[in-house]
């Protein structure tokens, strides 16, 4: 019987799907920038939700695989990689 493989997604394609989708609800994934300091990435997480109607943050520390699968942009035979 064959092993069923996962399908790698990278996350960057990840981004792009979950930002085409939320786009339709006037929402945006975004990506804290990382430098020496880190301030953002302390306060936001890596990934953080902004509204943009509101034109505020509404989510921090977003787990990117989690949403994805949340808004069916991710199926289940497909699994995230770095890169």
């Known amino acids: 019987m064959a092993t ?3 399908v790698p997604v990278s996350e960057r394609a990840l981004f792009q799907r979950i930002n ?3 786009g339709h609800e006037d929402q945006k994934l975004c990506a804290a920038r ?3 300091g880190g301030v953002e990435h302390r ?3 890596r990934y953080y939700r902004v509204d943009l109607d509101r034109n505020q943050c509404t989510d921090t520390h977003v ?3 989690a949403l994805g699968r949340e808004l069916e ?3 289940p035979w497909e ?3 770095e890169g």
Request: glycine fraction near 4%.
């Open 4 to 6: 069923k493989q996962k």
């Open 34 to 36: 990382l430098y020496a």
């Open 73 to 75: 942009v991710l199926r």
């Open 79 to 81: 699994t995230v990689t």
């Open 63 to 65: 787990d990117i695989e």
């Open 20 to 22: 085409r989708k939320l």
């Open 43 to 45: 306060d936001l997480g």
